[in-house]
């Protein structure tokens, strides 16, 4: 075993480790070799929440692993129409987490996803529109910042998806999608919203989803 200590500007120490294999101790990076990880280098921090642990991975094939990297999948349980109401922006709330989200960072109860750090952040979101019931019309269909239904994250102006809606176009809808690459600051939200002229429509709960993820 091998030990490069370093002192910080604020006076702390740290220390890399090179080891050959076994369990992880209080270091900064950690070269794995042997049965850990064919010369993996593993980097870890502290937190007083959970203590010292694996933040991320470099294996050694270059690909880089980070278990604590906020990302999320989220739908909706319930098998059936779902209404949508008319004349305005709304919020769609995605109440189950189908994947990740391992920090919270998205909220069933409200529909809201919330930034952990600064960054860019990517989105998708789909929904299953049944539209006859408010046919003539159309819907607007967009990733929202903080309560704002096609605003902030980095955009100018106001931008939204648009889904033309009418009679012709039969009983059932195509899945409205829409992809959003955002800038969000900590703390900042992100939510799906949609809007609907005249009547309320429907949606079909577990045939739509909202996920995100943090790129940059």
């Given at each position: ?174 899945s409205g999608h829409v992809t959003r ?36």
């Open positions: 075993n091998l030990h490069i200590g370093f002192k910080n500007e604020d006076q702390s120490y740290g220390f890399i480790h090179f080891k050959s294999h076994g369990a992880m101790e209080n270091s900064f990076g950690v070269v794995e070799q042997g049965a850990s990880g064919q010369g993996d280098f593993v980097f870890q921090a502290y937190n007083p929440a959970d203590g010292y642990k694996e933040r991320m991975r470099i294996t050694s094939k270059g690909v880089v692993r980070n278990p604590s990297q906020p990302w999320f999948i989220a739908g909706h349980n319930y098998a059936a129409w779902d209404a949508v109401g008319g004349g305005g922006w709304i919020s769609l709330m995605f109440n189950t987490v189908g994947a990740g989200n391992s920090g919270g960072w998205y909220n069933t109860a409200n529909g809201r996803f919330t930034a952990p750090v600064a960054g860019f952040y990517l989105f998708m979101a789909t929904s299953y529109v049944y539209p006859a019931q408010c046919a003539p019309g159309y819907i607007h269909y967009d990733i929202g910042v903080n309560g704002a239904p096609v605003s902030g994250g980095g955009r100018v102006g106001s931008s939204y998806q648009i889904m033309g809606l009418s009679g012709s176009e039969g009983a059932y809808n195509s690459l955002l800038y969000l600051n900590a703390g900042d939200t992100a939510s799906v919203w949609n809007y609907v002229s005249g009547a309320a429509c429907y949606r079909y709960g577990n045939y739509s989803y909202f996920a995100g993820t943090l790129i940059n």
